[in-house]
């Protein structure tokens, strides 16, 4: 069985690392975790160490260091206010595997409220072209961000 996990809020950073360094205290977290769980893939929900939280703000230059670090695929939640730049840095920086479940399901949602807040539509053919619409656009996009970048040669 293939296991993929990813670390939660971790409260107290500083007290992690000797040199109290928050990124390095992140990493060694992240490479502990990783050898303690034996998992196949460590989702790092874009660690943001400015907040001493796992949050949607990727922070690029910790994502090489723990590439470094752990030796299983690193994943990423595509999430609002990640953009297609913060996405193409993760993926330069060493993320190999993206979700895009939430945010093409944010898209649908809010394309269908906005569809229906007109009290003119009534076919459903026509709300659910404008969802069917947008949720393609954001597939586009996504898929464009994804696909200009290389990804990082292994030196293995």
Not at 4 to 15: I, K, R, S, Y
Not at 78 to 94: E, K, Y
Not at 101 to 123: K, P, Q, Y
Request: with cysteine.
């Amino acid at each position: 069985m293939f296991a993929e996990a990813g670390l939660g809020p971790v409260h107290d950073w500083h007290t992690s690392s000797p040199d109290r360094n928050v990124a390095n205290a992140a990493v060694q977290l992240a490479a502990d975790f990783v050898a303690r769980t034996n998992i196949d893939a460590l989702d790092v929900k874009a660690i943001n160490t400015a907040e001493r939280t796992i949050g949607v703000s990727p922070e690029g230059s910790i994502i090489p260091r723990l590439r470094k670090r752990v030796r299983v695929p690193l994943v990423l939640e595509l999430n609002p206010p990640m953009t297609n730049q913060d996405l193409q840095r993760s993926i330069r920086a060493g993320i190999v595997k993206i979700h895009v479940g939430s945010t093409l399901e944010m898209t649908f949602r809010g394309a269908l409220r906005r569809s229906l807040r007109s009290d003119r539509i009534v076919d459903p053919r026509f709300y659910v072209a404008s969802v069917r619409t947008a949720s393609t656009e954001r597939a586009s996009a996504v898929l464009e961000a994804i696909s200009c970048c290389d990804p990082p040669h292994s030196s293995a």
